[in-house]
């Protein structure tokens, strides 16, 4: 079995990364979601490396060890794009494969958007390609959903990750489980004067994918940089639909994989209906994987199947 190294790697952006690696091959980077790290895909980065594939799974600008700068207008899609093109840089490679969990998700397609040429092929996993909408997303949300809607919550300052930081341990043991296949949640709406931690239920036994060993390494991987930085993803939303006016419906032209649980609400409504619609805007889409009841953290809840998925579309790719 393939070792997983770690070290840092300054991006052309300017951000200074840690990554953790494996193999040597084609490349394929690995963009994690919130709130995780390069943790997040353990199982990926062997199975990769054992396939023939160097696979790299950075902690991505504001989180764990890489950390990031304080102003939150520092976190727009451009700059997340960035890293990762810049990181292809760093690596000295010309192309890559993107593959891209929750928020991590639309970093990779916007790669494969902004930067085709530099882009081998995209997966998204739980959260597929949407095109920009015809006006700003936290106020549609707001309208839609209310002020306790859990990316218009976000949005105030401080509140959000003084709430994550309290119980770290806590925070990533109900986050983790209550979007799970086991909890089969819904998206959180944060009650007045409440939290995001609040209304994400402790289980009773953790799920067989996840163990106490695994919480205590995301709470010592958040030890430094806390949750400002992954929050300020989320108070960029509106500023990146600002910033993307330029590619309005462009595109997303290099060849594509979405993968889906079937019990993530992060995937189910709108998103549920943009993987359906995926070929409209991926013209080049290879497949949608859907998990039988597995929740948002599919490469985590199904490592086996995730990987089977990666690997047969990786070497489909000329």
């Not at 000295?92 to 081998?120: K, L, N, T, Y």
């Not at 119980?167 to 296949?181: E, N, P, Q, W």
């Not at 995926?278 to 985590?300: E, I, K, S």
């Amino acid at each position: 079995m393939a070792e997983i190294a770690h070290r840092f790697v300054e991006s052309t952006s300017g951000l200074r990364m840690h990554v953790a690696e494996a193999g040597s091959g084609p490349l394929v980077l690995l963009l994690h979601g919130f709130p995780e790290c390069w943790y997040s895909w353990r199982h990926q980065l062997v199975a990769l490396a054992a396939a023939g594939y160097h696979a790299v799974a950075p902690d991505q600008r504001g989180y764990a060890r890489t950390g990031g700068p304080a102003d939150a207008g520092q976190y727009t899609i451009h700059h997340l794009v960035g890293d990762a093109v810049g990181l292809i840089d760093a690596l000295g490679e010309e192309r890559a494969v993107i593959v891209g969990h929750d928020w991590g998700a639309p970093v990779a397609w916007g790669a494969a958007q902004f930067r085709p040429e530099r882009v081998r092929g995209v997966v998204g996993l739980s959260v597929p390609h949407r095109p920009r909408g015809s006006r700003p997303p936290v106020r549609a949300m707001r309208e839609m959903f209310g002020e306790g809607f859990y990316m218009v919550h976000f949005q105030r300052p401080d509140v959000p990750e003084a709430d994550f930081d309290r119980d770290r341990a806590a925070t990533f043991r109900r986050v983790l489980y209550s979007a799970s296949g086991e909890a089969g949640g819904t998206l959180p709406i944060v009650p007045e004067g409440g939290g995001f931690v609040d209304v994400c239920p402790e289980p009773e036994r953790l799920p067989d994918w996840l163990t106490d060993e695994d919480i205590a390494v995301y709470v010592r991987e958040y030890e430094n940089a806390g949750f400002t930085g992954p929050v300020n993803w989320y108070r960029n939303l509106d500023r990146n639909w600002e910033l993307t006016a330029a590619w309005h419906r462009a595109p997303v032209t290099p060849p594509a994989l979405f993968i889906g649980g079937d019990r993530d609400p992060v995937a189910a409504g709108g998103a549920r209906t943009a993987a359906d619609r995926l070929a409209d805007f991926v013209p080049d889409l290879r497949g949608t994987v859907w998990l039988a009841g597995c929740g948002h953290w599919t490469q985590q809840e199904r490592p086996a199947e995730v990987n089977e998925a990666l690997i047969a579309f990786l070497s489909g790719l000329s």
